[in-house]
């Protein structure tokens, strides 16, 4: 916590970081407590999003099969969806009231492999506009 310390401009940038580095050891944990070494993908997708469901109907809907990873794989989709969870939350159909996110997914089965899709589709969010100002690496 000290570099996030010394790197952070200000009280409110330190605790938004704090926060994101305890949300993403937390992902850890479900793999890391499972006798069996594995997880749910629905696991990962309750542990992030639960909070945000407000009872209103359709707020939060996941659509899928069982689907259990590794502990590794768990932790990487884990950091994923917390991304997405948080720019939803900040910028996205979680940022304001009748907000909606809809995630599916699917799993298709090859010779020596599973693969996993997945569709996050949020609507009922604010209007998407081009950034008022360039990145720091564009001039």
Do not use: C
Not at 4 to 22: L, P, Q
């Amino acid at each position: 916590m000290g570099s996030t310390a010394r790197s952070s401009e200000t009280i409110e940038e330190f605790k938004n970081r704090a926060d994101r580095a305890h949300r993403l050891a937390r992902q850890d944990a479900p793999a890391a407590d499972d006798e069996v070494g594995v997880v749910s993908f629905g696991e990962i997708l309750h542990s992030e999003l639960d909070a945000f469901d407000d009872g209103s109907e359709g707020r939060i809907t996941l659509t899928g099969p069982d689907v259990t990873l590794t502990p590794q794989l768990a932790v990487s989709l884990g950091m994923a969806v917390h991304e997405l969870t948080t720019n939803a939350a900040k910028y996205g159909a979680l940022s304001v009231f009748g907000g909606k996110v809809d995630i599916t997914w699917t799993v298709t089965i090859e010779a020596t492999r599973r693969h996993l899709d997945f569709d996050w589709v949020g609507s009922g969010g604010p209007a998407v506009s081009p950034p008022g100002k360039l990145g720091s690496d564009r001039g």
